[in-house]
């Protein structure tokens, strides 16, 4: 299961990704009507020119790419941006499109504002893995940082830490640069695994 936080505080990591380009990598920020509030009430504004300016960069950085999958998603992602949906929903529908572009099945997603589970940071985690009905958390390694692993294990949880080993493929341009969008991955090579 993904459960989504969409009830918390919108932070710069939720609104831009890195595409690759002959230099290395651009920032793509998505524009929002506001820095603050949370995720669920603050709405993109994208507007026309905006929408161009990320497609000549797809263009150029992506322009040998499989040209019928970098036009599905091109098309795909421009769609999803002029939809006005709230930065959740966008999200949500970017991630159940690329696992489906990129050939990866699709867990159950769940908003946390639905769940109506409260708490401060770490503990609220626990209540919302308990609410799922979650034996086994996964987390990214950051998280080896401030997660209270006790507090997990305490309520029957298990933490895990992922171990990301970044696939190396080939790229438009030489040299390989990861840590980039999915997107970068799905336009390179057709395939998201």
Request: charged share 30%.
């Amino acid at each position: 299961m993904f459960v989504v936080l969409d009830d918390v505080q919108i932070d710069i990591w939720v609104v831009r990704n890195r595409i690759r380009t002959p230099d290395g990598f651009r920032w793509i920020t998505l524009p929002v009507q506001t820095r603050h509030g949370k995720i669920n009430e603050v709405k993109p504004e994208i507007t026309d020119g905006w929408i161009e300016d990320v497609r000549k960069a797809l263009r150029r950085s992506y322009g040998d790419a499989k040209i019928g999958v970098m036009a599905a998603v091109r098309e795909r992602l421009v769609d999803m941006m002029r939809s006005r949906a709230t930065l959740d929903v966008f999200n949500m529908r970017l991630i159940e499109y690329l696992c489906g572009a990129g050939g990866l099945g699709m867990p159950e997603m769940v908003r946390s504002s639905d769940l109506g589970v409260d708490g401060s940071k770490g503990d609220r985690l626990v209540r919302i893995c308990r609410e799922v009905g979650a034996d086994v958390y996964l987390s990214g390694a950051g998280g080896r940082e401030y997660i209270d692993v006790k507090a997990f294990r305490d309520a029957g949880i298990e933490v895990e830490f992922q171990e990301f080993s970044h696939p190396v493929y080939r790229q438009t341009f030489s040299g390989f640069v990861q840590d980039l969008s999915a997107v970068d991955k799905l336009l390179c090579t057709g395939v998201m695994l």
